[in-house]
């Protein structure tokens, strides 16, 4: 027999909002977001949420849960609490319609259907709660031919046509950077959920936003889609101008094994590369000579970074307006001075690991002390004390095996 959800007590108002208090100043105070999402786009999409100042509460199941490696999922949940759930029960969907009505949004990341299958589509939770903005996160979005399809990050970055245009003569590259799941995916979520809050707030209608991964990163395709525009063709890597159709634009290696990256696209950042360099001569080959000339112009600047190891043109570039920087590892990156003073680095507290700050700063907030990454199921009492069942409630569904 399926235990029932609903407690023996009076049930506390489930529209009353979270309790979690948020940091002074936090603009998405009083927001909750109910996360179901795993891996990396929708988790980073309902952190950022959090690190704003909402209630952020992860749900996973009772099975293998968010099955990503132990040391993303620490980095891509912080400030959030959290409940397991299992919404192949009655009893575990009729608790997440309660947790529903108090809730703000929704951000989900099965595939198309599955919601729907679970009896909780747009439809069901719309009824629900009025004003709640569903999130539905997937590779190719709820229409479409390849909507049912499997997919990682390089599949919709490959399909949108912009693996194509990753990487330099030598050909298409890798990136450790996945640009679908974060650009495409997290950020997309998180710009169409901030838009249907707002209207929510005015209509009193949530809405279903529909973000896919391939879409997103298409849609930032934009110097591509430029120079097809331009040209009437592709442009092949190694002939853009941020492929290595110029010399000015490009990565050098130093006589250390390190890199450069040099970015002098304008003649005022070309002359203080030169100036730096004691070549005024090759002020005018800037961006002249055609391809032939432009590999000669590369040939030349080689050599002269060859010469020197990074310290030396660190030293050298420092004050100047060349636009030259080296290239870092990331553990140099968390100790450089410019990330650290912008609070990008994140030191460990209560036993979480470092982490990578949120990148949107604003007046009049500062994000309080990050709280790490929540445990499967840590809050899930606190939670559903919250939502109005007694304790005698809460250890009869921990029984049916409803929560964890």
């Known amino acids: 027999m399926t235990a029932s959800p609903t407690p023996a007590s009076t049930p506390a108002d489930p529209s009353a909002g979270p309790t979690r208090t948020a940091p002074q100043g936090a603009p998405l105070a009083g927001v909750r977001v109910l996360d179901l999402t795993r891996l990396l786009p929708g988790p980073v999409a309902g952190q950022m949420l959090g690190d704003l100042g909402a209630d952020v509460i992860k749900i996973e199941d009772l099975g293998a849960g968010d099955y990503a490696h132990a040391s993303v999922r620490a980095l891509v949940n912080r400030n ?87 990487g330099n003569a030598a050909g298409a590259a890798l990136s450790n950077l996945p640009m679908a799941d974060l650009l495409g995916g997290a950020m997309g979520a998180v710009t169409g959920v901030l838009a249907a809050l707002f209207d929510a707030a005015r209509t009193g209608q949530g809405r279903h936003v529909d973000i896919a991964m391939a879409d997103g990163v298409l849609a930032h395709a934009v110097l591509p889609m430029a120079a097809l525009q331009q040209h009437g063709r592709v442009q092949r890597p190694g002939e853009g101008t941020l492929t290595g159709g110029l010399a000015c634009y490009g990565l050098y290696d130093t006589a250390d094994g390190r890199q450069l990256a040099v970015g002098a696209l304008e003649p005022k950042f070309w002359a203080a590369l030169c100036q730096v360099v004691d070549r005024p001569d090759w ?40 636009c030259v920087s080296p290239v870092l590892r990331l553990d140099e990156t968390l100790a450089h001075p410019q990330f650290r003073a912008r609070g990008m680095l994140l030191e460990g507290v209560d036993g979480a690991s470092p982490g990578l700050g949120c990148p949107i700063k604003m007046s009049g907030f500062e994000p309080g002390r990050p709280r790490p990454a929540p445990r499967p199921g840590e809050h899930s009492d606190e939670l559903l004390a919250e939502a109005g069942l007694d304790v005698d409630a809460i250890a009869a569904l921990r029984t049916a095996g409803v929560v964890g």
Request: charged content about 20%; aromatic content about 6%; overall charge positive.
């Open 80 to 166: 959030k609490r959290g409940l397991r759930l299992d919404l192949k029960q009655s009893a575990g969907r009729e608790l997440l319609l309660r947790l529903v009505q108090g809730a703000d949004v929704l951000l989900e990341g099965f595939r198309p259907g599955v919601m729907d299958r679970l009896g909780l589509g747009w439809a069901v939770l719309h009824t629900a709660n009025p004003k709640l903005v569903l999130c539905s996160l997937s590779g190719w979005g709820q229409t479409g031919p390849l909507r049912d399809a499997p997919g990682h990050d390089l599949n919709y970055a490959a399909l949108a046509g912009v693996t194509d245009q990753v």
């Open 283 to 322: 002020l005018a080959r800037h961006r002249s000579g055609g391809s032939a000339g432009q590999a000669a112009l590369r040939a030349d600047l080689a050599a002269v970074f060859a010469a020197q190891p990074l310290a030396h043109w660190v030293a050298r570039f420092e004050g100047s307006d060349a």
